[in-house]
């Protein structure tokens, strides 16, 4: 009996979300998000660090696999958060400013990847 409110809710974001990407003037900014998996095996990035390009304000879904546990720093958004040994950690988020940002491990201290955003 509750879904009227509900339904309003939905349609409120969903017209926020439209509003957002029509007036960026980015390209992707309301879609699906840029899915970037790494793991650590061994002390090695898998794949090796590399670089992502994403756009300003695009939803980015980040999914880290470590071996061991870790600390998992993501630059620029400064989010950081513990890694389990054997579970993948994800972490979604959007960087609002441009640059090059690094992804690394605290412990461990690799560079997982480098986030261009533009
Ligand atoms: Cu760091």
């Given at each position: 009996m509750r879904r009227g409110p509900m339904t309003i809710a939905v349609l409120l974001l969903s017209a926020t979300?439209?509003?957002?990407?029509?007036?960026?003037?980015?390209?992707?900014?309301?879609g699906a998000p840029t899915v970037v998996k790494v793991a650590i095996r061994a002390g090695k990035v898998v794949p090796p660090t590399h670089r992502v390009q994403v756009g300003?304000?695009?939803?980015v879904r980040l999914e880290v696999t470590s071996d061991k546990a870790d600390v998992l720093h993501i630059h620029g958004v400064n989010i950081e958060k513990?890694?389990?040994?054997?579970?993948?950690?994800?972490?979604?988020?959007?960087?609002?400013?441009?640059?090059?940002?690094?992804v690394e491990t605290h412990e461990s201290n690799l560079q997982l990847l480098?986030?261009?955003v533009r």
């Open positions: 979300l439209a509003a957002c990407s029509s007036g960026s003037g980015s390209t992707n900014s309301g300003v304000g695009q939803k513990p890694l389990v040994a054997g579970k993948t950690r994800i972490v979604v988020f959007r960087e609002s400013q441009s640059g090059l940002f690094e480098q986030l261009e």
